[in-house]
């Protein structure tokens, strides 16, 4: 956390706050999806994204910037979408939101929500910063986001969340972690939230290289192949849509959809540029009812 003296005078009030490499890179790229909502804007500036730019010139060094910016602008999209949706269909009165990091999801989902008043848990192992500016940029929507630090890992997640009620309709919500998670432990948060179908998970996974086609699948390779080179963040997890959906089924839970990167290009942009209908990306989305 850094202080930012450069700001106008109305933000000095807020401090700048640092990413990892990979959590700056998806907002750098997907920043424009923020620039509507002035709250969500000024959030996305005390952001400090400088972290990403080995990335940023690794990739555009082998071309794959394009490609990798459409991907997770259109995986914040559909994850926000998604999210939206299901919160509507549900009248969720909470949502969770797991390994939140620094992402303005939870801004976002306690903006839209004012008239249900969902309380929103976003879970971490590090917030301070989050949590104050979010106090700062938006006090009435930080009294229903609860910032909690804890390991996700932990079999007693739930115990202590302020006047959580697990028998409420909730929305999960598991974007930009499962790549970092055993099944085992993926599997422990649906037995964590589950609720005899009432309620909703989003996640967002990466398919296995094999089950992207052969122009994708190099590109695929070389994106994680430089992630991992960097960060030695070897092996990261990958579920094939049917790996996913029998592990919620093992839990009683019920698929709903995924979504391919080719549909979501399509419901974000209204065509197809970077892919062709029916084609798969690195990552994807799907639904659940848990
Ligand atoms: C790549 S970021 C994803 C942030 C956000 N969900 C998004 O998609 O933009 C991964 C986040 O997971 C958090 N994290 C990793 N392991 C965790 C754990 N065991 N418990 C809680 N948070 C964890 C990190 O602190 C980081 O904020």
Redesign the pocket.
């Given at each position: 956390m850094k202080n930012s003296n450069k700001d106008n005078s109305d933000k000095t009030l807020l401090t700048k706050m640092d990413l990892?490499p990979?959590?700056a890179l998806?907002?750098d790229f997907s920043k424009g999806l923020y620039q509507e909502n002035e709250l969500l804007k000024r959030y996305v500036e005390t952001l400090d994204l400088s972290s990403a730019e080995e990335l940023v010139k690794d990739y555009k060094a082998e071309g794959l910037y394009d490609l990798a910016c459409e991907q997770l602008v259109n995986?914040?999209y559909m994850?926000r979408e998604s999210a939206l949706k299901l919160i509507s269909e549900i009248q969720a009165k909470q949502v969770v939101?797991?390994?939140?990091?620094?992402?303005p999801?939870g801004l976002e989902i306690a903006i839209q929500t004012e008239s249900l008043q969902t309380n929103i848990y976003e879970?971490?192992?590090?917030f301070n910063a989050k949590a104050e500016t979010l106090m700062k940029l938006f006090p009435q929507a930080t009294k229903r986001i609860h910032f909690l630090i804890?390991?996700?890992?932990?079999p007693d997640l739930v115990n202590s969340f302020p006047n959580y009620d697990s028998q409420q309709p909730t929305l999960i919500?598991?974007?930009?972690?499962t790549?970092?998670?055993t099944p085992t432990v993926f599997d422990q948060l649906l037995q964590t939230f589950r609720n005899k179908g009432k309620n909703r998970l989003v996640v967002?996974y990466a398919p296995p290289f094999d089950q992207l086609n052969v122009k994708m699948k190099s590109k695929a390779e070389l994106a994680y192949h430089i992630i991992e080179k960097r960060y030695h963040a070897i092996g990261m997890t990958k579920y094939t849509p049917g790996q996913l959906k029998k592990i919620i089924e093992s839990e009683h839970g019920e698929w709903i959809q995924h979504f391919t990167m080719s549909e979501v290009e399509e419901l974000r942009t209204g065509k197809n540029h970077f892919f062709n209908p029916g084609e798969s990306g690195w990552v994807e989305v799907a639904t659940a009812k848990i």
């Open positions: 990892s990979t959590a998806v907002l995986r914040k994850v939101i797991i390994a939140a990091g620094l992402s999801l879970v971490d192992l590090e804890k390991d996700i890992t932990a919500i598991i974007e930009g972690i790549h970092y998670l967002e």
